[in-house]
């Protein structure tokens, strides 16, 4: 059984960097079948894909992102991770890791984001 499970931030406040870890077991990150992506649930504006990392390590992120996101892994503890800088309230949410590139099999619970002072 494949599970993720994302870190808690707590509170981010604006213009600070908001770091996920994304601890995957059941599949290794680097098995070469799947990407692993974030996604979130931004009120107001539905769900959005944030990037991804690939088996390779190659990551890909969303173009309305790319400035202030960065996805990374460590292999040796099969977790990848999401930074996005510069938050703003705007970046408040429910934030998802999850395995796949397109169909997305498996998700994580989600953690909640919120960008606050």
């Known amino acids: 059984q494949v599970q993720l499970q994302e870190s808690d931030p707590g509170l981010v406040k604006p213009s600070q960097t908001l770091s996920l870890t994304c601890t995957v077991s059941?599949?290794?990150?680097?098995?070469?079948?799947?990407?692993w992506t974030w996604v979130r649930q931004v009120p107001g504006k539905g769900t959005e894909w944030m990037g991804c990392?690939?088996?390779?390590?190659?990551?890909y992120y969303s173009p309305s992102l790319k400035s202030r996101a960065s996805i990374a892994r460590d292999t040796s503890n099969n977790q990848f991770f999401l930074e996005l800088r510069s938050v703003t309230p705007e970046d408040t949410g429910k934030y998802y890791c999850?395995?796949?590139?397109?169909?997305?099999?498996?998700w994580g619970q989600g953690t909640q984001v919120t960008v606050s002072s």
């Open positions: 999850t395995r796949g590139s397109v169909a997305y099999d498996y």
């Open positions: 059941g599949d290794s990150i680097t098995a070469g079948y799947y990407a």
């Open positions: 990392i690939g088996s390779d390590g190659s990551a």
